[in-house]
């Protein structure tokens, strides 16, 4: 490890580190643009000089290895006058739009141009123009304030794996752009507003709708797929204006969905911020005392063996374990949160768990996908297979539909009966997987949800357990979800109760009658129309497929309305936290399960947050230490049976519209019309 001293200070650093990242180990700030430490380095915009001793002139820190006894000085008049120098050519041609321009308040360049720009150009030349480019629904490019510092080119290249865009001439004629005109084909374009030192790339949705000392800003979590990704809503008058990617290394690392991002318009559109109750086929507004009233009344009268409840996508686990201990008060034994007919054994912790963890997957050196396509179920997490990939060493087999996830892969085949081949050896994967030291097995719901998704299940337990992907200090077996809320529920044990019905038994006695009441906990997804005659009890934040067949409406609050538990596809509990209240007469879910048990006479022992809390820990000790990954026992799981000779499929064909807050966004209708209403998205080849 060479020694170097930077500014006076000593300090040793592994070898091939350059000198800006051990300045940065020391706390020395040097000035960048093009550097960013998850891309690789261009060494483009020249900002970050330095002196290094004996070198003839200021030299390019992020591009300088560290070397044996080497002395570099960060701020000595020859390197501020060389920055200067640098501040006045990016200015040039940089326009006067900081007035009007969405990244004024928090842009890299006004904040560098402070400290290292002059108070007059020496310029008279007219500016150099760019002209207006469509880069699609979610960014807005103004590329005459681009800098060319070339981050979402190395971006879309090399984590989005969507080379789409490039650079276009040379000299003083470059200009960033896509090669064709098209919009940019990736589910993870959003991070290229973030990426952006200037405010050449910034998000159309949000523009000119505040600026970023208006903005109150909260730390939350998102729910709208299973990752549980760190992020941050910005809000203001009541209204989530803009989300944006915290740093978690663990999980999302500073990458965020489009989905997650760009959906919260549909916060606010299609809400229900009042009571409803249906009469003559018509729902009225009515208060909450009218609602509770008629809600306690049909729970009183009906038989327990009548009734069941079925949590949604979306639903907070104090919510369910709330509806859990209404409906085990009540007697009632038909509960599910499976909206999609999963198969998942909750019997076993580690049989529905991504066990390898998402930052896992680095360590992993095989994979095998079966019935997932996690580019369009978790495309955070495709990132960081696709990380993994470009490091070499690494299969990828593929059982399931072809399709582009943006690294290379094998395709082994669609059918399901390929699981029980590579299981026993039969198929040349195996081997791989065998003679691998980590190998990861990925699981999706579009395996789990067929009519023999237990025996996939267990045939998937059978190959983990043959080629290795479980043994002493390794788990790779690893179940991909696509709701928010399953882990969780499923923690709760917000499943039937013995001798209840799942979700298709709820639909099926619904149908025939024998289920004459159904509490909807924000469950959307289920084919509403086989409810029968069943009284409907939708307790939920958009009027969506439940609402429209309900005759109670109970208004909730969404997740970002709310400090509310959700447990991610690894298993990891985290909180929410209200960035803005609920709107109208909505209500905190929790609060809402509690006050009916009130109506019906049923004392819940929670008043306030931290006794709900208490009462999670006490249904399972994991919800106890919140934001870490708790390992799971492994155990046996799945059902007996034959897997069927068909081809398997994948949950999620509309990455956009994938939940209520999805389907009321109006600017995930314009990426459905973009992206999905004619061929997919051109993604190139891979590296």
Same mark, same amino acid.
């Given at each position: 490890?060479?020694? &170097?001293?930077? !500014? #006076?200070?000593?300090? %040793?650093?592994?070898?091939?580190? /350059?000198?800006?990242?051990?300045?940065?180990?020391?706390?020395?700030?040097?000035?960048?643009?093009?550097?960013?430490?998850?891309?690789?380095?261009?060494?483009?915009?020249?900002?970050?000089?330095?002196?290094?001793?004996?070198?003839?002139?200021?030299?390019?820190?992020?591009?300088?290895?560290? +070397?044996?006894?080497?002395?570099?000085?960060?701020?000595?008049?020859?390197?501020?006058?060389?920055?200067? #120098?640098?501040?006045?050519?990016?200015?040039?041609?940089?326009?006067?739009?900081?007035?009007?321009?969405?990244?004024?308040? %928090?842009?890299?360049?006004?904040?560098?141009?402070?400290?290292?720009?002059?108070?007059?150009?020496?310029?008279?030349?007219?500016?150099?123009?760019?002209?207006?480019?469509?880069?699609?629904?979610?960014?807005?490019?103004?590329?005459?304030?681009?800098?060319?510092? /070339?981050?979402?080119?190395?971006? /879309?290249?090399?984590? @989005?794996?969507?080379?789409?865009?490039?650079?276009?001439?040379?000299?003083?004629?470059?200009?960033?752009?896509?090669?064709?005109?098209?919009?940019? +084909?990736?589910?993870?374009?959003?991070?290229?507003?973030?990426?952006?030192?200037? #405010?050449?790339?910034?998000?159309?949705?949000?523009?000119?709708?505040?600026?970023?000392? %208006?903005? *109150?800003?909260? $730390?939350?979590?998102?729910?709208?797929?299973?990752?549980?990704?760190?992020?941050?809503?910005?809000?203001?008058?009541?209204?989530?204006?803009?989300?944006?990617?915290?740093?978690?290394? !663990?999980?999302?690392?500073? =990458?965020?969905?489009? *989905?997650?991002?760009?959906?919260?318009?549909?916060?606010?559109?299609?809400?229900?911020?009042?009571?409803?109750?249906?009469?003559?086929?018509?729902?009225?507004?009515?208060? =909450? !005392?009218? @609602?509770?009233? &008629?809600?306690?009344?049909?729970?009183?009268?009906?038989?327990?063996?009548?009734?069941?409840?079925?949590?949604?996508?979306?639903?907070?686990?104090?919510?369910?374990?709330? &509806?859990?201990?209404?409906?085990?008060?009540?007697?009632?034994?038909?509960?599910?949160?499976?909206? !999609?007919?999963?198969?998942?054994?909750?019997?076993?912790?580690?049989?529905?768990?991504?066990?390898?963890?998402?930052?896992?997957?680095?360590?992993?050196?095989?994979?095998?996908?079966?019935?997932?396509?996690?580019?369009?179920?978790?495309?955070?997490?495709?990132?960081?297979?696709?990380?993994?990939?470009?490091?070499?060493?690494?299969?990828?087999?593929?059982? #399931?539909?072809?399709?582009?996830?943006?690294?290379?892969?094998?395709?082994?085949?669609?059918?399901?009966?390929?699981?029980?081949?590579?299981?026993?050896?039969?198929?040349?994967?195996?081997? *791989?997987?065998?003679?691998?030291?980590?190998?990861?097995?990925?699981?999706?719901?579009?395996?789990?949800?067929?009519?023999?998704?237990?025996?996939?299940?267990?045939?998937?337990?059978?190959?983990?357990?043959?080629?290795?992907?479980?043994?002493?200090?390794?788990?790779?077996?690893?179940?991909?979800? /696509?709701?928010?809320?399953?882990?969780?529920?499923?923690?709760?044990?917000?499943?039937?109760?013995?001798?209840?019905?799942?979700?298709?038994?709820?639909?099926?006695?619904?149908?025939?009658?024998?289920?004459?009441?159904?509490?909807?906990?924000?469950?959307?997804?289920?084919?509403?129309?086989?409810?029968?005659?069943?009284?409907?009890?939708?307790?939920?934040?958009?009027?969506?497929?439940?609402?429209?067949?309900?005759?109670?409406?109970?208004?909730?609050?969404?997740?970002?309305?709310?400090?509310?538990?959700?447990?991610?596809?690894?298993?990891?509990?985290?909180?929410?936290?209200?960035?803005?209240?609920?709107?109208?007469? @909505?209500? $905190?879910? =929790?609060?809402?399960?509690?006050?009916?048990?009130?109506?019906?006479?049923?004392?819940?022992?929670?008043?306030?947050?931290?006794?709900?809390?208490?009462?999670?820990?006490?249904?399972?000790?994991?919800?106890?230490?919140?934001?870490?990954?708790?390992?799971?026992? =492994?155990?046996?799981?799945?059902?007996?049976?034959?897997?069927?000779?068909?081809?398997?499929?994948?949950?999620?064909?509309?990455?956009?519209?994938?939940?209520?807050?999805?389907?009321?966004?109006?600017?995930?209708?314009?990426?459905? %019309?973009?992206?999905?209403? +004619?061929?997919?998205?051109?993604?190139?080849?891979?590296?």
């Amino acid at each position: 490890m060479p020694k &170097l001293t930077i !500014d #006076g200070q000593e300090i %040793e650093v592994p070898a091939n580190t /350059t000198v800006l990242q051990a300045a940065e180990m020391l706390g020395i700030e040097i000035p960048r643009f093009c550097y960013h430490e998850r891309l690789s380095i261009a060494g483009n915009c020249r900002m970050c000089l330095v002196e290094v001793e004996k070198a003839p002139k200021p030299v390019a820190s992020c591009a300088m290895p560290v +070397g044996e006894g080497m002395v570099v000085r960060t701020s000595t008049p020859n390197v501020l006058k060389a920055r200067r #120098g640098v501040m006045e050519l990016i200015l040039i041609n940089h326009p006067l739009d900081c007035p009007i321009c969405d990244q004024g308040g %928090e842009c890299d360049l006004q904040d560098q141009a402070v400290a290292f720009g002059r108070d007059h150009g020496r310029y008279a030349e007219k500016k150099h123009a760019v002209r207006r480019k469509n880069f699609g629904p979610l960014i807005k490019a103004e590329m005459t304030r681009c800098i060319h510092c /070339t981050r979402c080119i190395r971006f /879309t290249t090399e984590v @989005a794996g969507v080379p789409d865009l490039g650079g276009i001439g040379r000299g003083e004629h470059m200009e960033i752009d896509t090669y064709v005109d098209k919009a940019i +084909g990736t589910e993870l374009s959003g991070c290229l507003i973030d990426l952006c030192p200037v #405010g050449a790339l910034t998000s159309a949705p949000y523009a000119f709708r505040a600026r970023p000392w %208006e903005l *109150k800003k909260t $730390e939350t979590i998102d729910a709208l797929d299973a990752v549980g990704s760190h992020i941050r809503a910005d809000s203001k008058g009541g209204e989530v204006l803009r989300v944006m990617p915290r740093n978690n290394d !663990d999980i999302n690392e500073e =990458w965020l969905g489009d *989905k997650s991002r760009f959906a919260i318009d549909g916060l606010m559109r299609q809400r229900l911020d009042r009571p409803y109750i249906r009469e003559n086929g018509k729902l009225r507004e009515a208060t =909450w !005392d009218e @609602a509770l009233s &008629l809600v306690s009344a049909k729970l009183k009268n009906t038989d327990a063996k009548a009734m069941a409840a079925i949590a949604g996508d979306l639903a907070d686990c104090e919510s369910v374990a709330a &509806l859990k201990d209404l409906m085990t008060d009540l007697k009632v034994s038909n509960l599910d949160c499976r909206q !999609d007919f999963a198969q998942i054994d909750p019997s076993c912790r580690a049989g529905y768990l991504f066990n390898a963890g998402i930052a896992g997957i680095e360590q992993a050196d095989a994979l095998l996908i079966i019935g997932s396509n996690p580019r369009r179920e978790a495309p955070v997490i495709n990132a960081r297979i696709r990380k993994r990939s470009l490091r070499g060493g690494f299969p990828v087999g593929v059982i #399931g539909p072809k399709m582009d996830l943006t690294y290379k892969t094998e395709h082994l085949g669609e059918s399901a009966a390929l699981i029980e081949a590579i299981a026993s050896g039969a198929h040349p994967f195996a081997a *791989k997987l065998k003679a691998a030291k980590n190998p990861l097995l990925i699981l999706g719901m579009g395996a789990l949800s067929r009519h023999d998704g237990g025996a996939i299940l267990a045939s998937a337990r059978k190959l983990a357990e043959a080629c290795g992907v479980v043994k002493e200090g390794w788990n790779g077996f690893s179940v991909l979800h /696509t709701a928010a809320a399953r882990a969780g529920a499923l923690d709760l044990g917000f499943v039937p109760a013995q001798g209840g019905r799942d979700v298709k038994g709820i639909l099926e006695g619904a149908e025939k009658g024998d289920i004459q009441l159904v509490y909807l906990l924000g469950a959307d997804e289920i084919d509403m129309s086989r409810l029968g005659r069943a009284f409907v009890i939708y307790q939920g934040h958009h009027g969506d497929a439940g609402a429209h067949r309900a005759d109670v409406i109970l208004p909730g609050a969404a997740y970002t309305e709310k400090n509310a538990t959700y447990v991610n596809t690894e298993g990891r509990v985290q909180h929410t936290r209200l960035a803005v209240f609920p709107p109208g007469q @909505a209500r $905190e879910d =929790w609060k809402i399960v509690r006050a009916v048990a009130g109506a019906i006479g049923i004392h819940m022992p929670y008043d306030n947050l931290p006794q709900i809390r208490a009462r999670l820990c006490d249904m399972n000790a994991v919800f106890a230490r919140a934001d870490l990954r708790q390992p799971a026992a =492994w155990g046996a799981f799945g059902s007996a049976g034959t897997v069927a000779d068909e081809p398997l499929k994948t949950a999620i064909a509309n990455y956009y519209m994938t939940d209520p807050i999805g389907r009321a966004s109006p600017t995930m209708a314009v990426c459905v %019309e973009t992206f999905l209403s +004619g061929a997919e998205p051109r993604t190139g080849t891979h590296g």
